[in-house]
């Protein structure tokens, strides 16, 4: 059974930054994508970036390109998402997320059929 963690979160002020760790477990990934995504309070689940383990990162959020990054590493099962230059508006609980890759996964949540608990992160101004 796939199984994902993430950790990481915090309290942070604007400007700072995080990383994310999303461990994964219970599978072979190779064949995988993985997603994130967050949701702000009052508003639907929304895609943050996705990669693939062999290549890593694909796309991101017009949102947050240029201040957010995800790093795969293989040998430790786990996906990192470094979030830099944040703002208030990125406060949210913060999933990642897998599907396989032959299933084409994209944008969507519906996308992604396995998920984290999520980590909140919150940022002050």
């Known amino acids: 059974q796939v199984q994902l963690v993430e950790s990481g979160g915090g309290l942070v002020q604007a400007g700072g930054s995080l990383r994310l760790s999303c461990a994964a477990s219970?599978?072979?990934?190779?064949?995988?994508?993985m997603g994130w995504f967050r949701q702000a309070p009052g508003k639907e689940r929304e895609f943050v970036g996705r990669?693939?383990?062999?290549?890593?990162?694909?796309s991101y959020a017009d949102s947050v390109k240029g201040r957010f990054t995800i790093i795969t590493d293989n040998a430790k099962n786990t996906v990192y998402l470094q979030l830099n230059s944040l703002k208030p508006e990125d406060t949210a609980v913060y999933y990642c997320?897998?599907?396989?890759?032959?299933?084409?996964?994209?944008?969507?949540?519906?996308?992604?059929?396995?998920w984290g608990q999520g980590t909140q992160v919150t940022v002050s101004s």
């Open positions: 990669a693939i383990w062999s290549g890593g990162a694909l």
């Open positions: 997320a897998a599907a396989a890759q032959y299933l084409v996964p994209r944008n969507y949540p519906s996308d992604y059929l396995y």
């Open positions: 219970g599978g072979t990934f190779s064949g995988y994508s």
